[in-house]
């Protein structure tokens, strides 16, 4: 079943998404970059980790250039 969460005891592995780790690594790329503007790409769901949740992260952290690989998924990042 599509977006059905499985148990974490059935599951096998769970993967921890940190995005202050996120974040962080989008500032130390900035400063390398001496003023030259970064974009972050987030197509096919962020590579699963979530583009809702990581997009507004490294928004929040300033990040004002994003890729997407379709067009659906540059909708999605507009309605958030």
């Given amino acids: ?9 059935i599951a ?4 921890n998404i940190d995005l202050n780790a996120i974040c962080r690594n989008y500032h130390i790329l900035l400063d390398r970059l001496n003023g030259v503007p970064l ?4 197509k096919a769901d ?3 980790l979530g583009i809702e949740q990581v997009s507004q992260a ?4 300033g990040c004002k250039l ?11 990042l507009r309605l958030n």
């Fill in 12 to 15: 096998g592995a769970i993967l």
């Fill in 39 to 42: 974009a972050a790409v987030v």
């Fill in 58 to 61: 490294l928004a929040n952290a």
């Fill in 46 to 48: 962020a590579y699963g």
């Fill in 1 to 9: 079943m599509a977006g059905a969460l499985i148990p974490e005891n």
């Fill in 66 to 76: 994003f890729f997407v690989a379709h067009i659906n998924e540059g909708i999605k």
